[in-house]
C-alpha cells in the first residue's frame, strides 16, 4: 500500500523517447508496468509525460519548465522515468535525444548533474530519484540514482 511517509507532494517525469532520427525506433516496451514496480511504494498526485525530446526540449524542460512547476507546487519528490536509448561515453552516461548524431557525443544529454540539479530546484525538495530505462550498446544501461 503506497503510504505518503516522508515524501510529501510526488510527482513522477517520465521521459519516452522512442521515434528517433538517427537511431532504431524503440517498441514494445512496458514502461507503465516497470514503473508501477518502481514507484509502487509513493503516492503520487501528478505524472508528467514527455514523448520523443530533443536535446533543446530536455535542457529546456529540466533547467526552465520543470523548475518553475516544481517551485510553484512546492514539490517534495521528483521521481524521474526515462525510456529510450542511452550510450556511457569516457565513464559519463547520456540519454540519447531523438534528434541526436550517433557519433556526437555533444547531441547527447549528459544527465548525471540532473539529480543535483532537481536537488537545487527548492528548498521543498528532499528526495529525488532518476530511473534510466535505456537501449544502448552496452549489455546492460539501467542505472537508478537515488
Known amino acids: 500500500t503506497p503510504t505518503t511517509g516522508t515524501t510529501g507532494t510526488t510527482w513522477i517525469v517520465h521521459i519516452d523517447n522512442s521515434n528517433y532520427k538517427g537511431f532504431p525506433a ?10 508501477r514496480q518502481a514507484f509502487g511504494n509513493y503516492r503520487v498526485q501528478r505524472t508528467i509525460t514527455k514523448k520523443d525530446m530533443t ?3 530536455l535542457d529546456r ?3 526552465i ?5 516544481v517551485r510553484t507546487n512546492q514539490v517534495n519528490t521528483i521521481l524521474v522515468w526515462y525510456s529510450g536509448h542511452g550510450r556511457n561515453v569516457s565513464g559519463k552516461a547520456y540519454w ?3 534528434d541526436a548524431k550517433k557519433d556526437d557525443v555533444y547531441s547527447y544529454f549528459n544527465y548525471g548533474s540532473l539529480k543535483a540539479q532537481m536537488q537545487n530546484y527548492s528548498e521543498t525538495v528532499g ?3 532518476v530511473v534510466s530505462d535505456a537501449a544502448g550498446s552496452e549489455a546492460s544501461f539501467y542505472e537508478l540514482t537515488r
Open 61 to 63: 524542460f529540466f533547467n
Open 127 to 129: 528526495n529525488t530519484v
Open 65 to 69: 519548465e520543470l523548475r518553475d512547476l
Open 26 to 35: 524503440i517498441t514494445g516496451k512496458d514502461d507503465a508496468a516497470k514503473m
Open 96 to 98: 540519447v535525444p531523438v
Open 55 to 57: 536535446k533543446a526540449d
